[in-house]
């Protein structure tokens, strides 16, 4: 008989907290919201609950009264949580370093390990933990279970691991590629081998492009990553919405020798003052695609570069792939900007791909084939879905552990 009981699910940053109550079986969210502006004068709460959207306005002064106010609205709005006899909570953690490799039932041991990983994700695992150890207090008779992103990358082959760098350096500091959007690169390519009737593990080169705010790529062979492109942190690889991606590590030198800066004021500029945000003044897509149609060159200028690099990495995965049999688009860009798309597959008709414009212009929102007749290669957009996949991973491991 399958268990119905609810998942909740808590994805805590260092300003904001989202939540979602999944019922993994089924795929139903049963409930959803956030809350945002921690710290700040005037936080803004939401929750929604079937049909019904509501919202509130006022201070949450860190993240034990943000899961005191989450909790409330539950209770408030529905359903309430001490009814549900919830199965588990699931909690997203970005960094597990090279310690956790799968999810990981919490215990005060995993949290002083995560508690040692900071330096390698000093904005996300801190407010990760204040979540996690809030919720644990708000909900304590049932488990917790951390999930993260790095875990799909962690048997990255030793060739896309290791960066060229003192190799004794590199082992004492656990310097190495990591990756990240670990959990929506695996739901993603387990999704398209299912759309493609295969089983999870089947005999299937895909290149999945996960592209949002923040932007990754992976090569997956047989269900399994051999390349990806953020690496010790999440600035590595693409252009994103406000960090550089790839850049000369000379810059760092330079622009602290000339231009005087510091070593936190490098850290901001290239996490929250470049990407298309440093070219163009805008990281929200939407608006970048405004300014380029108004003619604006700063703004063309950055939609190109952010396709030149996506280019550059696709090419680069099809040769270490020796040949692909999937693309696919997934995140907020990935999967709601068919301009973006048809830049991307432009011109690589050579190397097997073309979009059909006619599909690529759908607007359904379920995984759909975008290629054309003639196009050699899959090409696809396959909404993420990271939320229930944590659901799934608690209660695969909750189901193991109780067996």
Do not use: W
């Amino acid at each position: 008989m399958t268990d119905a009981r609810p998942v909740l699910v808590l994805n805590c940053g260092s300003s904001s907290i989202k939540y979602q109550l999944i019922e993994p079986s089924s795929e139903q969210v049963l409930a959803s919201g956030s809350v945002e502006k921690i710290g700040e004068a005037t936080g803004t709460l939401k929750h929604r609950h079937g049909d019904d959207h509501y919202q509130e306005s006022h201070r949450v002064a860190d993240h034990g009264a943000v899961l005191d106010a989450i909790h409330t609205m539950f209770n408030q709005f529905g359903p309430a949580l001490d009814d549900l006899n919830i199965r588990a909570v699931g909690h997203r953690i970005v960094h597990g370093g090279a310690v956790f490799r799968d999810p990981v039932i919490i215990d005060q041991q995993v949290i002083d390990q995560l508690r040692l990983l900071t330096p390698l994700a000093p904005l996300q695992n801190p407010p990760a933990l204040a979540g996690l150890e809030a919720a644990r207090r708000m909900l304590p008779d049932c488990p917790h279970v951390a999930v993260f992103d790095t875990a799909f990358f962690a048997a990255l082959p030793a060739v896309a691991a290791t960066y060229a760098i003192d190799r004794e350096l590199a082992e004492k500091y656990g310097i190495r590629k990591y990756g990240f959007h670990g959990t929506s690169h695996q739901y993603v390519s387990g999704k398209v081998s299912e759309c493609l009737g295969l089983a999870s593990d089947g005999e299937l080169n895909q290149i999945i492009l996960h592209l949002g705010n923040g932007c990754s790529m992976s090569a997956i062979h047989n269900g399994v990553a051999v390349e990806t492109s953020m690496g010790l942190t999440p600035l590595q690889g693409l252009v994103m919405g406000t960090r550089s991606g790839d850049i000369d590590p000379g810059m760092l030198v330079f622009l602290h020798r000339e231009a005087g800066m510091s070593v936190d004021q490098i850290d901001t500029l290239l996490n929250k003052k470049s990407g298309l945000k440093g070219l163009a003044g805008v990281n929200d897509f939407r608006e970048l695609l405004q300014l380029r149609s108004a003619g604006d060159e700063a703004a063309a200028l950055a939609f190109d570069s952010y396709v030149h690099r996506l280019k550059l990495y696709l090419g680069g995965y099809l040769a270490l792939l020796g040949g692909v049999d999937v693309v696919t688009f997934t995140a907020g860009v990935g999967e709601n900007s068919p301009v973006l798309r048809a830049a991307v597959i432009d011109g690589l008709d050579n190397l097997g791909l073309r979009v059909s414009p006619q599909l690529n212009e759908s607007t359904d929102s379920g995984p759909r084939f975008i290629h054309s007749e003639s196009s050699g290669i899959t090409i696809m957009v396959v909404p993420t879905n990271e939320e229930l996949a944590i659901a799934r991973a608690a209660v695969a491991l909750t189901s193991a552990v109780s067996t």
